[in-house]
């Protein structure tokens, strides 16, 4: 305790949070990416390899930085294991190193045992923890010690000391790639004790025989002593004799060569040079056939010298097997599972680990919501995949798993854990299992393997489970984080209902399978006096109306209302109800009424009794529109008509509707323009970057309106999109957009066109036979082609949409998302799609030369597309600092004004001719 209370006065440490760095807050994949740069800049500059002193140094200094720990140290055992002495301790804030304490078993015995069976010992609450709590007068609260984190560092088959990571000033809970990489620093702490061992053997055999003849006698390793150069065994060590098979006897005299002990011969080929070179022999890795006829693999270092007046060859062998086999093992796995995510990614895991640790069942788990079950995401047997299944924790060692980390029983689990029947009815022997913990400290399952007969290598069985087990945890968060985005994208997060889009969306579904003899109804709902009671009475009780006003609308869905009843909020006091197979006009208007009586009941919030009006809008299908969006505007203008009556119900008349005139007449002329040809392509072009070749056009459409002048795409395309116009409007630009391409192939331009496709015609089965039609009209190849979608289009009927894309994609035409980053498309369905490029939207090319956040989002989206294999587009280029921006971080093609407008085919013509001899970037 002395020696404690010594490093205390010594080393005194500030106390308030300031004391701590904490790149540790940042988020996961951050930190893990951190983490795994600082191991390889360590094993990089052979740390491991450096005297000891500043080896150890240096893995307490970088474990302190990389992780944001105030005190990082390394402790050994004594030689009779006794005691724990002080290698290093580096003290982030004061940039100091300090050595030279003592820490007796005798004075805190359950860490020492605790040492003996833990490889990492993991405390958030240091003081109170069972196996740390001893430090806590002498030591912890005197430094401001809230948590400590321990790997021990295991040597031969048992801890030989301990890497210890101590939080000043706050608690802090340790993350499991925080404990994986507190057992990798460990780990070169093994590696950097092996290295200084090997080099005091090297010493002792040069500088005393007396010396060299004990190392020799008591040394673990192989030790074996040949004539140079022509390599006959003079002598060997038991070590030699036990691990080998052969004895003294058998071998003296005779060559590794002829006893056969080389497995692969180029191998003893470079020793053999190496010898013939009379330069210092470098170590060396090889495999030997031992007398059984297994191959292990040893790794080798040599010094020359005199042995009886006679020039030899002492050569030190140590069995690296099972290291080389972990490494295999753990590249093999993360190999397989790298690509995977999801199902497949589990899947893929639990079968890989199975066959590594040669068992007879493996499975991954995430806890039930109440915490006392586990429900199983992937099963594998030895008969292969299994089916999930529910496993109660009580009593198992599951349970053990998720109170105390990893545990491994290497045999005679099932008689440990009697209440776990399951275990006794399998035949388990061996269990190892690790728990999955997210980047906040949180719970989240587990991975186990369990074999019928005993685990021998439980050491390798842990290391692969906490390094994968890490890996599976990710995943797990990913997907809970994605299975939330998609709620978040799809529900209203104060009351839990449809928002806009997905209540439009599902809207759309239902008419597209409503029977043509039903009528259905949309009704809009808004709150009369929400307003004045929320200014008055605050946010908090106006948030509390509008989700109690939710629930009741829920409960008359449910139990008033037709089957198949949507129900959703569409921003502020508005929700909408959409009634299938109503009784007519009668029956739509009987149903508002039932549901804005619901509405109008008192409710009493918080010791107020409040009584709200509601007003009703209706609209009806199929005779006020044929999509979600017509019905929705429709039912806005009958919910404006019944306010400014006071009426308090009223269904749309299309008299009353300000705002249909213009839209209607415009939708009316669409047909008759097409058929008239009024509708004219632009093109604009687009530039390979990197050497500014024009590479091709987008086709655009204008109406060359007789009444108007040119209108724009954004005054009639989205009223095309309403009604059918779309498809032969759609169709009419393609074939004209072929035809020029045609002219310009026959001129000698080697450039594409690209023409975009709306989300009906995605919908459209025969969509890609009309463009294959239309390639062939103007014989023209398939990839002359390209056709952009927008994420919305995936988003309206994703599965149909896949099918089309991949009909289109099987013609030979290119794809490519166009204004990418705009809209929510889920990352693997887009890994799904048959594509060919990325467009970026020219929201951020716009303004990404003063806007970081752009910029950023930019070059992640050409990193993605890249990875993805994709060109990348970018759109909207309108200077020659944005196009040099773009250029330098490897974005493909772009377009914008900087190279040219939309223009007739006339002048894309001549515009393509002046290419020719100009530089386009210029």
Not at 574 to 595: F, H, I, K, Q, T
Not at 747 to 760: E, M, Q, T
Not at 883 to 893: H, K, Q, V
Request: with cysteine.
């Amino acid at each position: 305790m002395s020696e404690i209370l010594r490093l205390v006065s010594r080393n005194t440490a500030p106390s308030g949070p300031a004391a701590e760095a904490r790149p540790w807050a940042e988020n996961l994949a951050d930190r893990v990416r951190r983490e795994q740069a600082a191991l390889l800049d360590l094993m990089k500059s052979g740390v491991s390899e450096q005297a000891l002193p500043v080896a150890i140094a240096t893995l307490t200094e970088t474990t302190a930085r990389t992780l944001g720990v105030a005190r990082a140290s390394v402790w050994r055992l004594n030689a009779t294991r006794t005691a724990l002495v002080l290698d290093d301790l580096y003290e982030l804030e004061a940039h100091r190193h300090s050595t030279g304490v003592t820490l007796q078993s005798t004075d805190f015995p359950t860490y020492f045992e605790a040492l003996k069976v833990n490889r990492v010992i993991s405390a958030a609450d240091a003081r109170r923890d069972l196996r740390t709590r001893e430090f806590r007068e002498g030591y912890l609260e005197p430094l401001n010690i809230e948590s400590m984190l321990d790997a021990a560092i295991w040597f031969d088959g048992e801890s030989q000391g301990v890497v210890c990571l101590e939080s000043v000033g706050q608690r802090r809970d340790w993350t499991p790639d925080e404990e994986q990489f507190a057992g990798s620093i460990a780990d070169l702490a093994v590696m950097a004790i092996s290295h200084e061992r090997r080099r005091a053997t090297e010493k002792q055999l040069t500088h005393s025989e007396e010396r060299y003849s004990q190392v020799f006698r008591l040394s673990a390793d192989w030790m074996i002593v040949v004539r140079a150069p022509e390599g006959a065994i003079v002598d060997v060590n038991a070590s030699f004799e036990k691990q080998t098979g052969y004895s003294r006897e058998e071998v003296l005299g005779k060559t590794a060569q002829e006893l056969g002990l080389w497995a692969i011969p180029e191998q003893r080929n470079r020793w053999v040079r190496q010898m013939a070179s009379g330069a210092r022999l470098a170590p060396i890795e090889a495999d030997m056939r031992l007398k059984s006829g297994d191959v292990r693999t040893l790794q080798f270092s040599a010094e020359r010298m005199t042995v009886d007046g006679e020039p030899c060859i002492v050569i030190v062998g140590r069995d690296i097997s099972d290291a080389k086999r972990h490494e295999r093992l753990v590249f093999d796995i993360a190999q397989g599972v790298a690509a995977a995510t999801g199902e497949n990614f589990f899947r893929s895991l639990v079968e890989r680990l199975l066959r590594a640790l040669d068992a007879d069942l493996a499975f991954v788990g995430e806890l039930d919501k109440d915490g006392d079950r586990i429900h199983t995401i992937a099963v594998h047997t030895a008969r292969g995949a299994g089916e999930n299944f529910t496993y109660p924790l009580d009593g198992s060692p599951c349970q053990s798993v998720l109170t105390q980390g990893v545990c491994v029983y290497p045999r005679g689990v099932a008689a440990m854990f009697p209440r776990d029947e399951p275990l006794a009815r399998r035949h388990v022997e061996g269990y190892v299992g690790a728990p999955l913990i997210d980047s906040r400290g949180r719970k989240l399952g587990l991975i186990v393997v369990l074999r019928e007969r005993p685990i021998e290598q439980s050491e390798m069985a842990v290391q692969l489970l906490r390094i994968f087990g890490t890996r599976a945890a990710v995943e797990i968060e990913r997907r809970r984080q994605l299975s939330t985005l998609e709620f978040r994208a799809n529900h209203d997060l104060l009351t839990g209902l449809l928002n806009r889009v997905s209540f439009e969306r599902a809207v759309d579904q239902c008419i597209a399978t409503s029977a043509a003899n039903l009528h259905n109804a949309l009704l809009l709902f808004d709150l009369d006096r929400f307003k004045e009671i929320n200014d008055t009475l605050g946010h908090g009780v106006g948030d509390k109306i509008l989700v109690r006003m939710a629930e009741r609308l829920a409960r008359h869905a449910a139990f008033g209302a037709p089957d198949g009843t949507l129900l959703g909020r569409m921003g502020g006091d508005e929700y909408a109800l959409w009634l299938p197979a109503v009784d007519g006009l009668a029956g739509a208007e009987r149903l508002a009424r039932a549901a804005q009586g619901v509405l109008t009941e008192p409710i009493e919030i918080e010791g107020y009794r409040l009584e709200l009006g509601a007003t009703v809008g209706i609209a009806l299908h199929p005779r006020h529109g044929h999509s979600a969006s017509q019905l929705m505007r429709c039912a806005d203008v009958a919910l404006y008509v019944a306010k400014r009556n006071g009426s308090g119900v009223a269904t749309y008349d299309a008299g009353s509707d300000p705002y249909s005139p213009a839209r209607l007449s415009l939708i009316s002329q669409l047909s008759g323009a097409i058929r008239a040809h009024q509708f004219e392509v632009y093109y604009q072009p687009r530039v390979h970057l990197a050497s500014g070749v024009p590479c091709g056009f987008e086709a655009l459409v204008r109406w060359n309106h007789p009444e108007m002048g040119l209108l724009s795409p954004d005054k009639f395309i989205h009223l095309a999109e309403l009604s059918d116009n779309i498809r032969p409007l759609t169709l009419s630009i393609l074939d004209d957009a072929l035809a020029q391409l045609a002219r310009w192939r026959a001129a000698g331009y080697a450039v594409d066109v690209s023409v975009n496709l709306s989300a009906r015609h995605l919908s459209d089965p025969h969509c890609a036979e009309s463009i294959a039609a239309g390639l062939k009209r103007h014989a023209l190849e398939p990839s002359a082609l390209e056709l952009e979608i927008t994420e919305s289009a995936l988003i309206a009927d994703p599965e149909r949409a896949t099918i089309t894309l991949q009909e289109i994609f099987a013609e030979g035409v290119r794809i490519a998302i166009d204004d990418f980053g705009t809209g929510y498309s889920s990352l693997s369905h887009l890994k799904r799609l048959p594509l060919h490029a990325l467009k970026i939207d020219v929201s951020f090319v716009r303004h990404m030369l003063d806007s970081e956040q752009d910029a950023v989002i930019v070059e992640s989206i050409v990193g993605l597309a890249h990875n993805l294999g994709y060109n990348v587009v970018a759109e909207g280029i309108e200077d020659r600092a944005t196009l040099s921006r773009l250029t330098a971080i490897g974005c493909d093609e772009g377009q914008g004004y900087y190279f040219g407008r939309p223009m007739r085919a006339v002048d894309a013509t001549r515009w393509l001719a002046e290419a020719g001899t100009a530089t386009v970037m210029g």
